[in-house]
C-alpha cells in the first residue's frame, strides 16, 4: 500500500510542496486538505491580480535582507532553492515570465490565473488528490502516525505538512501538539495620519523618501505614496514590517519621522540658499528647485514653512531657508492607526522557528510533520518575497517527505 502524504492548505505552498513531492516520489498518495470551496484565492488576488511570483534578487545573501523574521534560517534554505530557481520552474511549465523596473516578476499574461492553471495543471498530472470544504477540526498522533478530523471525515497520514498561512485556528491545533507560537501581529500596512501638509493631496508621489520611526532603529527608503488615509508606498510598508512588533507594543500611536528627497538638511539649505540666489525674483512657489517633489506638495511643503505663496527667493530670511529645508528633511506625522495593504494581509507571528528544522522545514518537535510559509513566524516586505518564502519552503520540505 502506498504511503499517505496530506498537506493541509490549498494554497501556493500546499501546491508546490504537493507537485514536489508527486513528482519527485510517484509512489507516495498526496492528498490536499482545504477548508473552502475554492483553491489558491491568494494567488488570485496578489499583485493587484497579476501574482507577483518572486523578486530578481539572486543572491542569497541579499535576499534574506527583506525578511524581518527569518533572515537567518532562510539563508540555508534559499541556497538549496532561489528565485531562479522559481523562474525556471515555471517558465519549464509553459509560464513565461518577465521582470518589471522594480525587479518584481510577473507572468507576461499578466494574469495570476496563469500561474493558478500552472499549479492546478501541474497537481494533476501529479495524480494529486484534493479535497474541497475540508475544516479540520483536530490533529491528534497516533504512533507513528498523525489523525486528521475534519467535520465530515478522518485522515491518517504518514507525512504531514501544514501550509495554512497565518491561521489562528491551525496556530492553536500545532499549540495543543506543543510548538510555541508566536503572537501575530500586522506587517504590512500604510500609515493613517491626518496631517494638513497632505490632505488635500492624496495620490502624489515621490520617488525616494527616507523614513523611520522615531525613537526606534528601524528606517526605510523608497517611494513614498500620500493616500486619503495617511502614508504609504514601498518604503512606508518595508517599515511597517520591519517596525512591526514596535508598533503594536506602540498600540498604532507613533511619530513617523519623512525625509522627502533623502538628503541632509545641510546639503538642501545649501541648494536653497543658492536657489534664492539664481531664482532672486521668482516666486518660492513658481520656482520649485527639487525634480522629485510635485508641484501640490512643494506647495504644501512652502506654506509649512510659514512662507506667503507671493513671496520671492530673494525675500526669503534666513529662518525661512531653515524651515523650508526642515519640511523637505524632517517633516514629522503624528500618526494612529493603520490600513492593510490591499487584500494581502500578512502578519509576523507563527510557530516559533527554533522549533524547525530548516534543512527539512520539519518539526523539531514531531518527526515527519513539517510546516511551510506563513504558518512560520516568518515575513517578508512587499514585492514577491513572502511567495518566495512559500515557494522554497514548500519545495525544501517536499523533497525531504518525498526522499526519506
Not at 200 to 221: C, F, H, K, M, Q
Not at 224 to 236: R, V
Amino acid at each position: 500500500m502506498n504511503q499517505r502524504v496530506v498537506i493541509i492548505g490549498g494554497g501556493a505552498a500546499g501546491f508546490f510542496a504537493a507537485i514536489t513531492i508527486a513528482e519527485t516520489n510517484p509512489d507516495l498518495q498526496v492528498t490536499i486538505l482545504e477548508k473552502s470551496n475554492k483553491v489558491l484565492q491568494k494567488v488570485k488576488i496578489s499583485g493587484g491580480g497579476r501574482c507577483n511570483v518572486t523578486h530578481a534578487c539572486f543572491d542569497p545573501k541579499d535576499l534574506v535582507e527583506f525578511y524581518p523574521r527569518g533572515k537567518r534560517e532562510l539563508l540555508g534554505p534559499f541556497h538549496q532553492f532561489m528565485t531562479g530557481d522559481v523562474m525556471q520552474w515555471f517558465e519549464e511549465r509553459g509560464v513565461a515570465l518577465k521582470i518589471e523596473a522594480d525587479n518584481r516578476v510577473f507572468p507576461v499574461s499578466n494574469s495570476s490565473q496563469t500561474v493558478i492553471d500552472c499549479l492546478l495543471q501541474s497537481a494533476k498530472q501529479g495524480g494529486v488528490e484534493v479535497q474541497l470544504n475540508q475544516h479540520v477540526k483536530h490533529i491528534s498522533k497516533i504512533e507513528n502516525q498523525f489523525k486528521i478530523s475534519t467535520d465530515s471525515q478522518k485522515f491518517l497520514t504518514d507525512k504531514l505538512l501544514i501550509a495554512t498561512g497565518s491561521s489562528p485556528k491551525f496556530w492553536r491545533l500545532l499549540a495543543q501538539l506543543g510548538h510555541t507560537v508566536i503572537p501575530p501581529v500586522p506587517s504590512l500596512f500604510t500609515f493613517n495620519t491626518k496631517d494638513l501638509r497632505i490632505l488635500d493631496i492624496p495620490g502624489i508621489s515621490v520617488p525616494d523618501a527616507t523614513v523611520n520611526l522615531v525613537d526606534s532603529p528601524y528606517e526605510a527608503r523608497g517611494p513614498l505614496l500620500i493616500t486619503h488615509w495617511g502614508i504609504s508606498g514601498p518604503s512606508i510598508l518595508k517599515l511597517s514590517a520591519f517596525g512591526a512588533l514596535f508598533l503594536a507594543e506602540k498600540n498604532y500611536q507613533y511619530d513617523v519621522h519623512v525625509n522627502w528627497i533623502s538628503k541632509s538638511k545641510e546639503e538642501v539649505l545649501k541648494l536653497l540658499k543658492s536657489a534664492k540666489a539664481t531664482y532672486a525674483k521668482r516666486t518660492v512657489v513658481q520656482k520649485n528647485v527639487f525634480q522629485g517633489i510635485p508641484r501640490r506638495l512643494w506647495e504644501n511643503l512652502v506654506s509649512a514653512a510659514q512662507i506667503n505663496p507671493k513671496q520671492n527667493w530673494a525675500d526669503l530670511s534666513n529662518q525661512q531657508l531653515e524651515d523650508l529645508a526642515s519640511q523637505l528633511t524632517n517633516t514629522i506625522f503624528k500618526a494612529k492607526g493603520k490600513s492593510t495593504f490591499k487584500e494581502e494581509f500578512v502578519t509576523a507571528g507563527g510557530v516559533d522557528l527554533k522549533e524547525i528544522n530548516f534543512k527539512r522545514f520539519e518539526s523539531k518537535l514531531h518527526k515527519n510533520l513539517f510546516m511551510a510559509g506563513e504558518v512560520l513566524n516568518i515575513d517578508a516586505v512587499t514585492g514577491g518575497f513572502n511567495f518566495q518564502n512559500a515557494w522554497t519552503g514548500a519545495y525544501v520540505a517536499g523533497k525531504a517527505i518525498a526522499l526519506q
